[in-house]
């Protein structure tokens, strides 16, 4: 149990379009997400909680306009990459926190890779 | 704030050998740490959590961490290294149920033949 997947894997974007990134809860509901960015050989960084039903709490120095982010449903959080450009590529990976367990313990998807030519 | 340091970029061992991975971090209150595996191009998996009690944690896979508070570390070991342990493990520090977590810079552990 406790699967989150992203949708989609991969994907290469052109500069100045905006790509949508998916993240579901499959077997639980999640409250709470998170979106995270990795650059190639670094660590993770928190990008911004997103909280069902209310707005995304985004960290310092995170372009809200840029990286829109939609908590719809209990299953569901979305992060738009708007007007994509080079340096917005990154891997970006979505946790859960699943609510059913000792210290809602997150559980993450397995990444999308983001490539803006 | 809260901060995590991985002191170690890479590490090798050879297959069978142990292994202990350092992590030190810093946070005012009891903390919740965690410890991820991550393999090439994956998503992260949980090796094991601490958040009270035995300050000896069993995780999966044969991990175990033991959290020492006077020493702010939370290193990761296993006995016995195998080939499939080869990944990148990162050290982490939340403030709390289901909050944000803080990561450490991880480390590469590369396992010889």
């Known amino acids: 149990g406790a699967v989150v997947s992203q949708h989609p894997s991969r994907v290469i974007c052109k500069s100045g379009t905006s790509v949508k990134i998916e993240c579901r809860s499959l077997d639980f509901q999640a409250t709470t997400m998170f979106w995270y960015r990795q650059f190639p050989k670094q660590s993770l960084m928190l990008m911004a909680t997103s909280n069902e039903g209310s707005k995304a709490t985004y960290e310092q120095g995170v372009e809200k306009d840029k990286f829109l982010i939609n908590h719809a449903s209990l299953t569901l959080s979305t992060l738009t990459v708007t007007s994509a450009h080079p340096e917005d590529s990154s891997f970006y990976i979505c946790?859960?926190?699943?609510?059913?367990?000792?210290?809602?313990?997150?559980?993450f998807g397995p990444g999308t890779r983001l490539t803006v030519t | 704030a809260q901060s995590v340091t991985q002191p170690d970029i890479h590490i090798t061992v050879s297959e069978g050998a142990s292994l202990e991975l350092r992590c030190n971090y810093s946070y005012g209150a009891t903390p919740y740490l965690f410890w991820y595996v991550q393999s090439p191009g994956q998503g992260l998996q949980l090796l094991l959590k601490?958040?009270?009690?035995?300050?000896l944690v069993q995780g999966i896979k044969g991990f175990e961490a033991e959290f020492k508070r006077s020493q702010s570390s939370f290193n990761l070991r296993k006995p016995s290294v195998h080939w499939s342990d080869a990944a990148e493990y990162f050290c982490a520090v939340g403030e709390g149920y289901g909050n944000k977590l803080v990561f450490g810079a991880g480390t590469i552990l590369r396992v010889k033949s």
């Open positions: 946790s859960a926190a699943h609510p059913g367990t000792s210290g809602h313990e997150q559980y």
């Open positions: 601490y958040f009270s009690g035995d300050t």
